[in-house]
């Protein structure tokens, strides 16, 4: 079993639509979760970071963690075709990324059609 | 443009070929990592290095080497390419303390 599992999907929604993408993981001891962009062709992006439970609003994207079901969420409201692109959850231990290893879930390709 | 630079941008190796894939960071990161995407797999971790001086393995290591020439440089060598090692190789960095890396644009690499 993998330490993180994300849908693959593909995922596929109108223009405007709410996008739910979601992680599980069975590691308790992460503690910071991040949510990478990945255009076609180029290298993942940081979007979002949390550290712990509790949710963190950037914009049009939500990111909510929940510890005790160890299951973590990023929420895109008003989805744009701009928003088409590969998600990536990852998570790390304490210390940050420079102490630990970020590690990745599989990734969630998202299509928003016009 | 400050950030991660990874060449090549592209490879095609024969199987037994070697070739070093460079990677260098203009952002004074302590830290920096390789990883390779593969469909379905998302990213894994081959080898990182925490620090100046200091390099580890990641869950993927078999059949690659790397080396932290300094602080801005870290290299990933493969010694004798083989049709696994058909992917996509990322290089990222981290600045002390901080939490997410930066990546570099990727080398896409086939062996055939």
């Known amino acids: 079993q993998k330490e993180v599992e994300q849908d693959p999907g593909p995922l596929s929604v109108p223009e405007g639509a709410i996008v739910s993408l979601n992680c599980t993981y069975s590691?308790?001891?992460?503690?910071?979760f991040m949510w990478y962009r990945q255009y076609s062709r180029k290298g993942p992006e940081l979007l979002m970071y949390t550290y712990s439970s509790g949710n963190k609003e950037d914009g049009r994207f939500t990111a909510q963690v929940d510890k005790s079901s160890k299951y973590i969420s990023l929420f895109i409201r008003d989805s744009q075709p701009s928003d088409s692109a590969t998600y990536l959850c990852?998570?790390?231990?304490?210390?940050?990324?420079?102490?630990?290893?970020?590690?990745f879930g599989q990734g969630t390709i998202l299509t928003v059609h016009p | 443009n400050a950030g991660v630079t990874q060449t090549p941008k592209f490879q095609v190796l024969k199987t037994g070929q070697s070739m070093t894939l460079q990677c260098a960071q203009d952002?004074?990161?302590?830290?920096m990592y390789w990883y390779r995407q593969d469909p379905g797999m998302g990213l894994r971790l081959i080898y990182y290095?925490?620090?100046?001086?200091?390099?580890d393995k990641g869950e993927v290591p078999n059949g690659y080497n790397v080396s932290r020439l300094n602080k801005r440089e870290f290299s990933l060598r493969l010694e004798s390419a083989a049709p696994s090692q058909t992917s996509v190789y990322f290089c990222?960095?981290?600045?002390?303390?901080?939490?997410?890396?930066?990546f570099g644009s990727g080398t896409r690499l086939t062996v055939v």
């Open positions: 590691n308790s001891a992460f503690q910071y």
């Open positions: 990222a960095s981290s600045e002390p303390g901080g939490y997410g890396y930066t």
């Open positions: 290095s925490a620090s100046e001086g200091t390099t």
């Open positions: 952002m004074n990161h302590n830290s």
């Open positions: 990852a998570m790390s231990p304490p210390g940050g990324t420079s102490y630990g290893k970020l590690t």
